[in-house]
Structure formats: C-alpha cells, structure tokens
C-alpha cells in the first residue's frame, strides 16, 4: 500500500484536490455568478496564451514552394483498349443486374464502394475470363 501511495503521489493528490474543489462548489456560500466568471476568466487566459504559441509557431515556418511549371501540349485523349478474347461477346455491365447474374456476387461493402469496386466489376471480369478463348479448342 505504501509502495502504491509512493507511485502514484501525484495522481492522488490531483484526485483530492478536485475532489476539495467540488466540494466547495456544493458545500460553498459563493454565488454562482462569482463562480462561473471566475471559470470563464480562466479559460480566456488559457485561450490567449493558445493564440500567442500559434502565432510564435507561424512565424518559425517560412518554408516556401515554387509553383509547378505548366507543361503545354497536346491534352490526354482516352482510347479504349481492343479486347481480343476469341470467344462470344461478354454482356455488358449495365445489363448485369437486370439478367441476374449479381445474385451470385457478393455485395461490395462501404470501404470498397469508396474505392471505386463495385459487384458488377467482379461479375463482369469473372464473366469476361469465362467468355474468353471459349474457341480455342476448335483448332485442335
């Protein structure tokens, strides 16, 4: 007990000293105007002395940046990519849903639906693996 009262000496005594100020608080004859102004000074001068250490930390930090040079010249053109599967044409990904082909695909969760997966991504990748080189076989 002793060892504990030693080791922790500082919390203890933190705990007795709120526990002394709620007391005066119910126990007090203070007014409870006196006792919220006193409350409400103590945080601004907590608010000043916060204000004055963000100012002292902004004026350290003067590291600047160049702007980026623009590049100029011709704008990004998207091509699609030629799918050769050597097979019947997959269905298309809007179409899905309403052939009921989802019912077997898990649902994407929040997590994933925020980074762009969706269920019909994977139906449509399995179905195109499954429609590809369907007609390799006839050469053999």
Known sequence: MEKYKKDNESLIRKNNFKLGREDAMTKGDRPLDDIIAEHASKLQKK????????????????????PLPSAEGPLFVY????????????????????????????????G????????????????????????????L
Do not use: W
């Open 79 to 110: 091509v699609a990519p030629e799918v050769i599967n050597d097979g019947p044409a997959a269905p298309e990904m809007e179409v899905l849903a309403a052939r009921g082909y989802l019912r077997h695909v898990r649902n994407a969760t929040e």
């Open 112 to 139: 994933e639906k925020a980074g762009g997966y969706t269920s019909e991504l994977a139906c449509g990748r399995a179905i195109q693996e499954a429609f590809s080189a369907l007609y390799l076989g006839d050469d």
């Open 47 to 66: 608010s000043l002395l916060f204000t004055a250490n963000n100012s002292q930390l902004s004026s350290l930090q003067k590291e600047t940046f160049a």
